[in-house]
C-alpha cells in the first residue's frame, strides 16, 4: 500500500497545489506590506493581492458584486458575523439537527439571551424535507440557517428549496459552506441565497487562517467587530460601506495569496470536474466494502445527495480503534470522533462514540480509494474474530 494516504481533506485540504507555494513565496518577496494602510508600492501590491482573491472568490461563487465578499478568519468567524449580526432577543430562528458547532454554538448562546430556535429534525440519513423547515416558520422568524454539505456524512441539503422558502417568507437564509465551496457548484445568484460562510483551507485549497462571507445585496448585518479598516480615517465610527463596515483590522495577506492563487486552480480544473471526481470516489469506497457485514456506511443511498466525504464504523471496534489502526498501520490518515457536529451523530445513531470519517479532494486517486476498502476489509475481518480490539498485523 501507499506509504501516506490522505483522507482528512474534510478537515483541511492536503496537498496544496504547487501555485499556492509560489504565490507564498511571490508575497514574501514582493508585496510583504500592509494592504490600504499606507501608498508606497509594498501597500499597494499587498492591496492588489487581496482585491484579487476577493475577485476570485466572486467568480467561483457567482457573486456580481466582489465588494459582497467579506474576507475572514475562517467559515466560523463569516458564521458568527451574520448569526450575531442578525438576531436580537424575541427573534426565532431555524436551523437543522446536523449543524457544526460553528452554526450551534451561536444559536444556543443566543438562546440564553431571549433568541427563539426551532431545530428541525433530519431523517436517519442526514437529508433534511423543505416542508418541515417551512412548517416551523412563525411571525418572528428572522433566520433560517443550514449547512450545504455536511461534515460527518457528505448529505447535501435542498438549499435551493430552502432559499425559496424564506424568500417567500421575507427571511434572510444563511448556508454554511465549509465542505462544498471549490467542491460542488454554488452560484449564489442563481439560488438567491442571501449570505454564505464559506472556508478557505478545505475545497478551495487556500491556507489555514482565510475564509469569508458572501452577503446578498440589501443584506446588512451588525458588524460584529469594528476598528481599523484603513478607510475614513478622519471618522471614530465604523464605515458603513462593503466591504470595510466587516473588515476591522489587518487581514492576512499572505493567506489570502495562497487562497487566490488556490481558487484560481480550481477555476482552471472546473468544479464541475471536482465534483464528479469526488463523487466517484465516495461511490467506489461504498461500492467496495458493501459487501462487508459489519462495516456501516452512513449517509444517502444516492450519490448525487452527497459531496466528498463519507463516515462509516466497523462493528465492535470504536472509531478511535480504526483510526488509529488506519494511521499506524496502514499509512491512512483520516479523522475520527463526534467532527464538531454532535446533532449529527444523534441523527446518525452515532453518538457519543462518532465515526470514522473519510473526505476526499481532488487529489485523492481510485487506486488510494481501493488501498482505503483493502485496509478497512482487513480491519473488518479481523473485528469479526476478535471480540477484544488489539491492534491487528498489517
Not at 80 to 94: E, F, K, Q, S
Not at 100 to 108: A, D, G, I
Not at 150 to 165: C, D, K, Q, R, Y
Not at 304 to 320: A, I, K, M, P
Given at each position: 500500500?501507499?506509504?501516506?494516504?490522505?483522507?482528512?481533506?474534510?478537515?483541511?485540504?492536503?496537498?496544496?497545489?504547487?501555485?499556492?507555494?509560489?504565490?507564498?513565496?511571490?508575497?514574501?518577496?514582493?508585496?510583504?506590506?500592509?494592504?490600504?494602510?499606507?501608498?508606497?508600492?509594498?501597500?499597494?501590491?499587498?492591496?492588489?493581492?487581496?482585491?484579487?482573491?476577493?475577485?476570485?472568490?466572486?467568480?467561483?461563487?457567482?457573486?456580481?458584486?466582489?465588494?459582497?465578499?467579506?474576507?475572514?478568519?475562517?467559515?466560523?468567524?463569516?458564521?458568527?458575523?451574520?448569526?450575531?449580526?442578525?438576531?436580537?432577543?424575541?427573534?426565532?430562528?431555524?436551523?437543522?439537527?446536523?449543524?457544526?458547532?460553528?452554526?450551534?454554538?451561536?444559536?444556543?448562546?443566543?438562546?440564553?439571551?431571549?433568541?427563539?430556535?426551532?431545530?428541525?429534525?433530519?431523517?436517519?440519513?442526514?437529508?433534511?424535507?423543505?416542508?418541515?423547515?417551512?412548517?416551523?416558520?412563525?411571525?418572528?422568524?428572522?433566520?433560517?440557517?443550514?449547512?450545504?454539505?455536511?461534515?460527518?456524512?457528505?448529505?447535501?441539503?435542498?438549499?435551493?428549496?430552502?432559499?425559496?422558502?424564506?424568500?417567500?417568507?421575507?427571511?434572510?437564509?444563511?448556508?454554511?459552506?465549509?465542505?462544498?465551496?471549490?467542491?460542488?457548484?454554488?452560484?449564489?445568484?442563481?439560488?438567491?441565497?442571501?449570505?454564505?460562510?464559506?472556508?478557505?483551507?478545505?475545497?478551495?485549497?487556500?491556507?489555514?487562517?482565510?475564509?469569508?462571507?458572501?452577503?446578498?445585496?440589501?443584506?446588512?448585518?451588525?458588524?460584529?467587530?469594528?476598528?481599523?479598516?484603513?478607510?475614513?480615517?478622519?471618522?471614530?465610527?465604523?464605515?458603513?460601506?462593503?466591504?470595510?463596515?466587516?473588515?476591522?483590522?489587518?487581514?492576512n495577506v499572505a493567506g489570502f495569496a495562497g487562497l487566490a492563487a488556490g481558487v484560481r486552480h480550481l477555476l482552471?480544473?472546473?468544479?464541475?470536474?471536482?465534483?464528479?471526481?469526488?463523487?466517484?470516489?465516495?461511490?467506489?469506497?461504498?461500492?467496495?466494502?458493501?459487501?462487508?457485514?459489519?462495516?456501516?456506511?452512513?449517509?444517502?443511498?444516492?450519490?448525487?445527495?452527497?459531496?466528498?466525504?463519507?463516515?462509516?464504523?466497523?462493528?465492535?471496534?470504536?472509531?478511535?480503534?480504526?483510526?488509529?489502526?488506519?494511521?499506524?498501520?496502514?499509512?491512512?490518515?483520516?479523522?475520527?470522533?463526534l467532527h464538531c457536529a454532535p446533532g449529527a451523530h444523534q441523527t446518525l445513531g452515532t453518538f457519543p462514540t462518532?465515526?470514522?470519517?473519510?473526505?476526499?479532494?481532488?487529489?485523492?486517486?481510485?487506486?488510494?480509494?481501493?488501498?482505503?476498502?483493502?485496509?478497512?476489509?482487513?480491519?473488518?475481518?479481523?473485528?469479526?474474530?476478535?471480540?477484544?480490539?488489539?491492534?491487528?498485523?498489517?
Amino acid at each position: 500500500m501507499t506509504s501516506t494516504i490522505y483522507f482528512d481533506n474534510a478537515a483541511t485540504s492536503w496537498p496544496k497545489p504547487p501555485a499556492v507555494r509560489a504565490a507564498l513565496d511571490d508575497y514574501f518577496g514582493e508585496g510583504g506590506g500592509n494592504p490600504g494602510r499606507s501608498g508606497h508600492r509594498m501597500s499597494i501590491a499587498a492591496a492588489r493581492i487581496v482585491e484579487d482573491a476577493r475577485d476570485l472568490l466572486a467568480e467561483i461563487l457567482n457573486a456580481a458584486d466582489s465588494a459582497r465578499i467579506i474576507l475572514t478568519k475562517n467559515a466560523t468567524e463569516g458564521l458568527n458575523v451574520a448569526i450575531y449580526g442578525t438576531l436580537a432577543p424575541g427573534d426565532h430562528a431555524i436551523t437543522s439537527h446536523i449543524e457544526h458547532n460553528s452554526v450551534m454554538r451561536p444559536l444556543r448562546h443566543l438562546e440564553s439571551e431571549g433568541v427563539e430556535l426551532t431545530v428541525v429534525e433530519n431523517a436517519p440519513d442526514g437529508t433534511l424535507d423543505p416542508d418541515a423547515v417551512r412548517a416551523a416558520i412563525r411571525p418572528n422568524t428572522r433566520l433560517i440557517t443550514t449547512l450545504h454539505g455536511s461534515n460527518v456524512m457528505g448529505t447535501l441539503l435542498p438549499i435551493a428549496e430552502l432559499a425559496s422558502i424564506a424568500r417567500d417568507g421575507g427571511i434572510p437564509f444563511l448556508v454554511d459552506a465549509s465542505q462544498t465551496a471549490g467542491a460542488l457548484p454554488l452560484d449564489v445568484e442563481a439560488l438567491g441565497i442571501d449570505m454564505v460562510a464559506f472556508t478557505g483551507h478545505k475545497a478551495l485549497l487556500g491556507l489555514t487562517g482565510t475564509g469569508g462571507l458572501y452577503l446578498r445585496e440589501g443584506v446588512t448585518p451588525r458588524p460584529f467587530m469594528r476598528g481599523g479598516t484603513g478607510s475614513r480615517s478622519d471618522v471614530e465610527h465604523q464605515p458603513d460601506f462593503l466591504p470595510d463596515a466587516y473588515e476591522s483590522g489587518t487581514l492576512n495577506v499572505a493567506g489570502f495569496a495562497g487562497l487566490a492563487a488556490g481558487v484560481r486552480h480550481l477555476l482552471e480544473v472546473g468544479v464541475d470536474n471536482v465534483a464528479v471526481h469526488e463523487r466517484s470516489l465516495v461511490d467506489r469506497f461504498r461500492s467496495g466494502v458493501a459487501d462487508l457485514g459489519n462495516v456501516v456506511v452512513h449517509g444517502p443511498a444516492d450519490i448525487e445527495q452527497r459531496c466528498g466525504v463519507l463516515s462509516f464504523n466497523v462493528d465492535g471496534l470504536t472509531s478511535s480503534e480504526v483510526g488509529t489502526l488506519l494511521d499506524q498501520q496502514y499509512g491512512i490518515m483520516c479523522r475520527v470522533g463526534l467532527h464538531c457536529a454532535p446533532g449529527a451523530h444523534q441523527t446518525l445513531g452515532t453518538f457519543p462514540t462518532g465515526t470514522v470519517r473519510f473526505g476526499f479532494s481532488l487529489e485523492n486517486t481510485p487506486e488510494e480509494i481501493d488501498d482505503g476498502i483493502a485496509a478497512v476489509s482487513e480491519i473488518a475481518a479481523w473485528a469479526s474474530n476478535h471480540p477484544d480490539p488489539v491492534a491487528p498485523d498489517a
